[in-house]
């Protein structure tokens, strides 16, 4: 197999980490998670890892908070998130850094982005944690951003559904995979892709978001070698 990508960002949700417990980090799934995105790294793809922190908490289920609080509060989930996955992939002999956008240097290096850079070259993964630092922005936004700084090719963005739908699968049985989207047809329709503001970052710098699913995470490099499997959103869609 040959991959397609030199430098790529992996976007992990929180859920994905939670397995069939539906919250907090379940060992087994993320050992799956990692052993794919080893083979991944194998095949001689740079990779950096964003990690959401929904499995633990997410800033808009504060309700009645304070949305900045909330928002800090699942920054701090992506570092427990970026911690266990980091400890799976060592675990495995793939060496990794975590960086935090937060600065809490006795878990974790701060974030600097040639450091990050620096690190991808010599092989390591890099795991992003703590979103992009700041309240109001999702972990979506943040893969966005490091993509567009790190110079990553494509997001490879891996959620629990197997694409983009022009409904909710999970409520309407009739709803339909849509293969490939631009980028303003995501905004002007409000698909459930990413926020707006992720997307539109995406959109500005033309760093390209492939959608799919992680029920099977060999999806992982199907995905890395071209394997049309879910939903491609780029600007000439
Ligand atoms: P090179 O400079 O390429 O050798 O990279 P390196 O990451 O191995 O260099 P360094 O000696 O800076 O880091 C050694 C270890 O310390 C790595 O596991 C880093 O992740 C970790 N590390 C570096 N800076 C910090 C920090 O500010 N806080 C924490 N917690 N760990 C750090």
């Known amino acids: 197999m040959k991959p397609k990508y030199k430098r790529v960002i992996i976007k992990l949700s929180g859920e994905a980490l939670a397995g069939k417990k539906g919250f907090g980090i379940d060992p087994a799934t993320i050992h799956v998670i990692c052993q794919n995105i080893k083979k991944a790294q194998d095949l001689g793809v740079e990779i950096a890892i964003v990690v959401g922190g929904g499995n633990i908490f997410r ?62 070259e010599k092989g390591r993964i890099v795991i992003f944690a703590s979103g992009t630092g700041n309240p109001f922005f999702s972990t979506d936004t943040t893969a966005a951003l490091r993509a567009a700084e790190i110079d990553a090719e494509v997001i490879l963005s891996a959620k629990k559904v197997d694409g983009v739908y022009d409904s909710d699968p999970n409520i309407n049985p009739n709803a339909k995979k849509i293969d490939r989207l631009s980028y ?30 992680l029920d099977d995470p060999e999806n992982i490099v199907r995905v890395l070698c071209g394997e049309n499997i879910g939903t491609v959103v780029k600007g000439d869609n």
């Open 59 to 120: 800033g808009r289920d504060g309700e009645g908070m304070d949305r900045a609080t909330a928002d800090y509060m699942g920054m701090l989930s992506t570092v427990i998130n970026a911690l266990a996955l980091q400890d799976a992939l060592e675990n495995m002999g793939v060496p990794t850094r975590v960086q935090t956008a937060i600065e809490m240097k006795e878990i974790a290096e701060p974030y600097i982005r040639r450091r990050a850079m620096r690190h991808l």
């Open 184 to 213: 303003i047809d995501v905004l002007n329709q409000g698909l459930k892709v990413m926020d707006s503001t992720a997307i539109s970052l995406c959109m500005d710098n033309n760093i390209p978001v492939l959608v799919f699913g």
